[in-house]
């Protein structure tokens, strides 16, 4: 079992950044997939990013919308996943959830292929 608790999410100004955090109940680092989503209203959860470690290797996934703006890194000593978010921009409004899932030896990019969900946190970007 693996609990994950997200916080740093804000109201903030488009072009802004922002750093989320997801803090898990033990360690991930060795043999998890660590992702990111968010939900808006009205709407489905997509996938953000994702980290994956397996056999010494780091692998690292993201949307297409949000390649180049942000960054998801871990802090293995902290059991802690990151998310920079920069050049913030409205439609980047949602509430964000971190999830995690053993390895599996792929991306996984689909809610559904995630086995533990964090509480979430909201961003909130204005024009």
């Known amino acids: 079992q693996v609990q994950l608790v997200e916080s740093g999410g804000g109201l903030v100004q488009a072009g802004d950044s922002l750093r989320l955090s997801c803090e898990a109940s033990?360690?991930?680092?060795?043999?998890?997939?660590m992702g990111w989503f968010r939900q808006a209203p009205g709407k489905e959860r997509e996938f953000v990013a994702a980290?994956?470690?397996?056999?010494?290797?780091?692998?690292?996934t993201y949307e297409d919308s949000v390649k180049g703006r942000f960054t998801i890194s871990g802090d293995n000593a902290k059991n802690t996943v990151y998310l920079q978010m920069n050049i913030l921009k409205p439609e980047d409004t949602a509430v964000y959830y971190c999830a995690a899932v053993p390895f599996r030896g792929a991306a996984a990019r689909r809610p559904g292929e995630y086995d533990y969900w964090g509480q979430g946190t909201q961003v909130t970007v204005s024009s």
């Open positions: 980290i994956s470690w397996s056999i010494g290797r780091t692998y690292y």
């Open positions: 033990r360690r991930t680092f060795s043999a998890f997939t």
